[in-house]
């Protein structure tokens, strides 16, 4: 049986409920468990953004690595910018800027600790 905060962040979003008064392993194995639900539902976003929030950066650096393969380079990124994965991250960055995804590619920089270069792509190729 579902969990009933995992049904009602589902339909109602996360924001529907409180979760600060669970412990961490609880408040991680739901936002975990929304996470999968999500991606299973196609909404890779908010799965990307629930995975997050639970910190499961493994799980996470997976699905990047799956989005890769998939060549859907912008979810991959996402996935890889919670993880701090330089490389993961420099290498998409890379794929960002080829795909003209720049705002992403700063990001990624960004996150990778490489602010030089994500200062590089915002001052050059980021629109106001």
Known sequence: MEHPIVE??????I???????????????ILSDVGEKLYKQSKFSEAIEMMA????????AK???LF???NKIELATLCFIPTKDKQRLNNAAVLCIQSKKYGLAA?????ADNRQMAFF????FVEA
């Open 63 to 65: 699905l990047g690595d």
């Open 68 to 70: 890769l393969e998939e």
């Open 121 to 124: 792509i915002q001052q050059n």
């Open 15 to 29: 924001n529907s409920v409180n979760l600060s008064m669970l412990d961490e392993t609880a408040r991680k194995k």
């Open 53 to 60: 929030k639970a910190g499961d950066t493994e799980k996470l």
């Open 107 to 111: 990001k990624a920089y960004e996150a």
């Open 8 to 13: 009602k962040i589902l339909k109602e979003g």
